[in-house]
Each structure stands twice: as structure tokens, then as C-alpha cells.
């Protein structure tokens, strides 16, 4: 009877170490997930502004053709993309919620420009390193016909600013400026 007792009591401690050691496995997981996130988001805001910064102060509000955004405009729709998208994978409350970013005369300036650009970013930052990842596979959204999981709104993000900062490039070839080089590391 003895060496079946001590028998169950060692599975029992085994079955108990071994549910501990998967919930520390998932918590370190998430963790690690949300550091790369936070990384990328802090490399693309660094990247952000060296093409800000490259930009003189009279292509700010360049546009290659009447039919596109201009300089600012796709900054600042990128950063009104950014915090929506942000905000749907992480729940987080969003700023400039009620305006047009890309339509405040007030940010088509160099310097105010690379203000909002930081501090959207920042925002997208706290948002992320607040954001509860034992959710992430959540579905959430604008409403049911358009739901995704929450850490696949959080890459749509990060899609999202990639290519609106992209298609600056050529406003910077155009202004006769040299691109900042890629940032992928």
C-alpha cells in the first residue's frame, strides 16, 4: 500500500511540475513574441524618421501627381493606420480617434510632422508592450463581417506602415535625395 501511494504522490508531483513547466513555456512564448514585436515596431519608427529627416523642408508637402498623397499625407495616414490597427489587435484606446490626420493642415510641416510620427508610434509601442498575449488568437473587430485575430491585426499593422513608407521612397528619388538604406535588423 506504501508503494502505491508513494507512487501516485510522484505522478501527481510529476503531472504538476509538467503543467507548470507548460504555463511558464507559454508565458515565456508570449513574452519573446511580444519582444520581437516591440523591437520591429521601435527599428520602423527609427526608420520612419530617417525618412523625415531626409526629406528637405519643401518636399514635406511634395506629391508626384495630383491624383496621390503627398509626403505628410502618407505619413500621417500611415500613423492614423497604424493606431487603428494597433488599437484593434490590442484594445488599447486610441488617439486621434475623431480626426483626420492626413486633412491637419497643422502636421503638414517638418517639424510637426515628425512629432506626430513619434508620437504615434510611442503609442503603437505602449500598446504592444501592454497588449495581453494569451489573447492574441481572439478574434475582434470593426464589426462581424470583418474579424481577425488580434496578433493578425498587430502584422496588418506593421504591413500596413511598411508599405505607405515604401511608396515614399520615390517622393525622396524625386527630390533628388538618397533614401535612408533598409533597416531589416
Excluded at 520612419?48 to 491624383?67: C, F, H, K, Q, T
Excluded at 511608396?167 to 528619388?173: A, E, M
Amino acid at each position: 500500500m506504501k508503494t502505491i501511494t508513494k507512487t501516485m504522490l510522484a505522478l501527481t508531483l510529476v503531472v504538476f511540475a509538467s503543467a507548470n513547466l507548460l504555463v511558464t513555456s507559454d508565458s515565456a512564448l508570449e513574452d519573446s513574441m511580444k519582444d520581437g514585436y516591440v523591437a520591429d515596431w521601435e527599428r520602423a519608427k527609427a526608420y520612419s524618421l530617417e525618412y523625415i529627416d531626409a526629406m528637405p523642408e519643401d518636399g514635406i508637402n511634395y506629391r508626384p501627381d495630383a491624383s496621390v498623397r503627398s509626403f505628410a499625407e502618407q505619413f500621417l495616414h500611415m500613423a492614423q493606420g497604424n493606431i487603428g490597427l494597433v488599437g484593434n489587435a490590442t484594445g488599447a484606446d486610441r488617439i486621434y480617434a475623431n480626426v483626420n490626420l492626413e486633412k491637419e493642415t497643422k502636421f503638414h510641416n517638418k517639424q510637426a510632422l515628425r512629432d506626430l510620427t513619434v508620437e504615434a508610434y510611442d503609442w503603437c509601442i505602449a500598446a504592444v508592450k501592454n497588449m495581453d498575449m494569451s489573447i492574441a488568437e481572439e478574434m475582434t473587430g470593426p464589426n462581424d463581417n470583418f474579424q481577425f485575430s488580434r496578433i493578425e491585426w498587430l502584422k496588418k499593422a506593421f504591413e500596413h506602415q511598411t508599405h505607405h513608407r515604401g511608396q515614399t521612397t520615390i517622393y525622396l528619388r524625386m527630390k533628388g535625395v538618397q533614401p535612408p538604406a533598409e533597416k531589416l535588423f
